[in-house]
């Protein structure tokens, strides 16, 4: 990919300097603004391309095709991709165990550069990545520019990880012996990212299964291929053999799960629904003839979050937070706030001024950077109108309700906020996926507390109070992976907050932390007597 008038020739950094995250984008500064659009720009002009899969370094094409199409303007093709078939698995598990031969052998050094190398990569030419994220995903500036940062703190992460991983040793020395403890990678894996932050958990599950020494087949969302194909494009770019990677977008039900099933895969790095994540582990717990281990599977998968509003909070702040955490990218967050549960003494003024602040919000292109873009395709956009008729019978419509007619035929949402909603309905308790909030009165923090646990899920979740004892109490007792005090229960920050969930919000894998890449290698112990 040749390097355009936008881009700032920008040095990798050191691993040895230390990890910091990537500062986002001031939007406000008109420089950057002008970038924004001279990046908008520039990447209409390559929509609608085709894009090959990539096999052990080749290119191939396929009869049938996966159109990837701009959510907001569904009749124009962002990309158009190869569908892979059952029989292209075999193609690329044969291409992924040649190369595991030798890129399981390449050293940590090498491995932690081509990491870094795609790191300044992006970092050179981030307003483009985040254009192709609104076009193909429908991401406002902000929340495309975070999935970027996002994608590049990974890829700096991870590379630090493994070198730090190299230099593991076991605690102690027996005496007599030279003892060791090798972390080595597991073999061939698939990566099946989700199409919300097809950018960051893809690059970031990609990077851990590779920087390690694994090699794999990776299978992007069918809704989001293009940014996936242009990550593979930035690998090659930063020195990627072939075979190490292989791009494989194709149907979940035939590809996806011809992969899965397969006797040499040994790990299976998933992120999406709960349903398919369960099928997932189901279809990997099967032992197939020829398979000599036990796979690994590492899911992150739904949530059903809450913020917890407490009276001695400072309320202007909570529904400012918890306006950003059910409304950022559309809801479209398995991190996002779904439901508020706020304390009797206040819950009437919370909804006015919920009320207030969501009426502020802006629905429209992405491109032209509202508050919310559309939700991801048609599928969606019908089933979340079903989840708010569900919701005008379980509890009172405040605040939106209704589709958005737009110019393009896009698919828009008003932000919805439905009150007075039981904590058993299905509102409360079904993952909606997006612009959706359920607001619950309880009458005191106890039974706040009780609530915000009482959904099959455990994946993130915040409580605003100003009472040290009751942040205490909830540290011990609030069952989520990701709790958080008096700020909103999104946006995780690599290295600061790992990321991943309990119960059926999945293996609580923890992405972005200390423990990550250990899922994706196994420890060797080694012996020698002196």
């Excluded at 937070?321 to 706020?342: D, E, L, M, P």
Aim: glycine content about 10%; aromatic content about 8%.
């Amino acid at each position: 990919m040749a390097t355009s008038s936008l881009s700032t020739q920008i040095q990798p950094r050191s691993p040895q300097g230390g990890f910091s995250n990537e500062p986002f984008v001031d939007f406000k500064a008109p420089d950057n603004t002008r970038k924004m659009h001279a990046a908008l720009e520039m990447i209409a002009s390559q929509l609608g391309r085709e894009y090959e899969l990539v096999i052990g370094g080749h290119r191939a094409k396929t009869a049938d095709k996966i159109h990837s199409l701009n959510p907001a303007r569904p009749a124009q093709i962002v990309g158009v991709h190869q569908k892979a078939a059952a029989e292209h698995a075999e193609k690329a598990m044969a291409a992924a165990l040649q190369a595991f031969e030798s890129w399981s052998r390449t050293s940590v050094d090498t491995r932690v550069s081509l990491l870094l190398n795609a790191a300044s990569i992006i970092r050179n030419r981030k307003f483009e990545f985040a254009a192709w994220l609104t076009y193909e995903v429908g991401k406002n500036w902000a929340e495309a520019d975070a999935d970027v940062a996002e994608t590049i703190d990974f890829l700096e992460f991870y590379a630090r990880e493994a070198l730090r991983l190299a230099q593991s040793a076991p605690p102690i020395q027996f005496p007599g012996e030279r003892d060791e403890l090798l972390y080595i990678p597991l073999g061939v894996g698939a990566v099946i990212p989700p199409w919300n932050f097809p950018f960051a958990i893809m690059a970031g599950m990609t990077a851990a299964s590779i920087v390690t020494g694994n090699t794999i087949i990776l299978k992007p969302s069918s809704d989001s291929p293009t940014i996936a194909a242009k990550f593979v494009e930035v690998l090659e770019e930063a020195g990627l053999p072939g075979g190490v990677v292989n791009f494989c977008p194709g149907s979940g039900a035939t590809f996806g799960n011809a992969i899965v099933q397969h006797p040499k895969t040994r790990f299976i790095a998933f992120t999406g629904s709960k349903a398919v994540g369960l099928d997932i582990h189901e279809q990997a717990a099967k032992t197939r003839p020829g398979q000599i281990w036990i796979k690994r599977t590492v899911l992150e998968m739904g949530g059903k979050d809450s913020i917890l509003v407490c009276a001695d909070a400072d309320i202007d702040v909570a529904v400012d937070s918890v306006v950003a955490s059910a409304f950022g990218y559309s809801g479209q967050k398995c991190s996002a706030c779904s439901r508020a549960i706020v304390e009797a003494s206040i819950y009437e003024v919370f909804l006015e001024r919920i009320q207030q602040r969501v009426a502020q919000l802006t629905v429209g292109d992405p491109a032209g950077n509202p508050s919310l873009g559309p939700v991801v395709n048609k599928a969606a956009l019908d089933s979340i109108l079903a989840y708010i008729e569900t919701g005008k019978k379980e509890g009172r419509l405040i605040s939106g309700g209704k589709a958005v007619q737009t110019p393009g035929g896009g698919y828009f949402l008003e932000p919805t906020v439905i009150a007075d909603v039981a904590p058993n309905s299905t509102l409360a308790q079904e993952e909606i996926f997006g612009p959706v909030l359920a607001v619950i009165r309880v009458d005191n923090f106890e039974e706040g507390l009780r609530v915000a646990n009482n959904t099959e899920y455990g994946l993130t979740g915040s409580l605003y109070t100003s009472d040290r004892s009751r942040i205490d109490y909830a540290r011990r007792e609030y069952h989520v992976g990701n709790l958080y005090f008096n700020r909103k229960c999104t946006g995780a920050m690599v290295g600061a907050h790992p990321f991943g969930g309990f119960n059926m919000s999945g293996t609580d894998s923890k992405a972005g932390g200390p423990d990550y890449l250990l899922l994706f290698t196994q420890a060797k112990s080694i012996g020698e007597k002196l």
